[in-house]
């Protein structure tokens, strides 16, 4: 009677086995680079652009500082400006919102409509406003909520707020501890929404071809999304099974003992 246990079992084990068997030429990132001419040409950076519901933070600094700490105050303090680590989190970052109609309002220095501007020309354009008040004012500007998705099979799938502008692909992947071993690498996928529709972008982490995608550089608000492989269905499985077999086998011998009494 413990037969079919037994054989469940053994079943269970092989799907395990074959299930975790996964080829090392597809974890293998970037394998096709040629030997002799490894010199990979990235595409060109093109700085985010600000968008409505954006958090800016904005800080102007003058020999006098007391004279700016009420612009200064929103954005976290007058010396707020170093890069910390990127980090998962939930909290609202200090900072200007773009309103509904792309603008911000500034203590002194006003309403600005900065949306469908980069950082560098809100930079210049509250320099500008700033240079009316202050003497040689340096401003500094950046996205206090600039967050990047990493979601499916990496190590920690998270919301991550990074602290600059400039984040790869790689860079995403890297924060979330690179994909787990079940992690498909062939067709991993890029959700990007631009103009009120969604963008949707694979990539091959095994072909050196992503380099040069345009997509490469992330932007504000996108999404990567790692699909599992069968072998992670395959492992789910075998577990069940086990599981299964497991239970088989206690009832087998409860009945095997009920049976001789």
Do not use: W
């Not at 929404?193 to 997509?215: H, W």
């Amino acid at each position: 009677m413990t037969r079919k246990p037994k054989a469940l079992t053994f079943f269970a084990f092989a799907a395990l086995f074959l299930g975790s068997c996964v080829s090392t030429k597809d974890t293998v990132y970037f394998g096709n680079i040629p030997a002799d001419d490894p010199k990979i040409k990235l595409p060109e950076y093109q700085e985010p652009i600000v968008q409505i519901d954006d958090i800016l933070h904005i800080i102007i600094q003058t020999i006098d500082g007391g004279t700016t700490a009420a612009i200064n105050r929103l954005s976290g303090g007058t010396n707020d400006i170093g890069n910390p680590a990127p980090v998962a989190s939930n909290n609202t970052p200090n900072g200007y919102l773009v309103d509904e109609e792309g603008k911000i309002t500034l203590p002194m220095l006003g309403t600005l409509r900065v949306a469908g501007l980069t950082t560098s020309q809100v930079r210049a354009l509250i320099h500008e406003e700033a240079s009316k008040y202050f003497n040689d004012p340096t401003v500094q500007v950046r996205f206090a909520n600039f967050k990047i998705t990493v979601i499916g099979e990496v190590a920690k799938p998270a919301t991550y707020t990074l602290p600059n502008e400039k984040v790869t692909l790689l860079d995403a992947i890297g924060m979330a501890g690179d994909l787990t071993i079940y992690g498909k690498r062939q067709t991993v996928l890029l959700i990007r929404e631009a103009e009120g529709k969604k963008e949707f972008v694979r990539f091959d982490l095994n072909d050196y071809s992503t380099f040069e995608s345009p997509y490469f550089y992330l932007k504000q608000n996108d999404v990567v999304y790692v699909e599992p492989t069968r072998s992670r269905a395959n492992a789910n499985n075998a577990a069940t099974f086990q599981i299964i077999s497991v239970a088989l086998s206690a009832l087998s011998v409860i009945t095997l003992a009920i049976t001789r009494l």
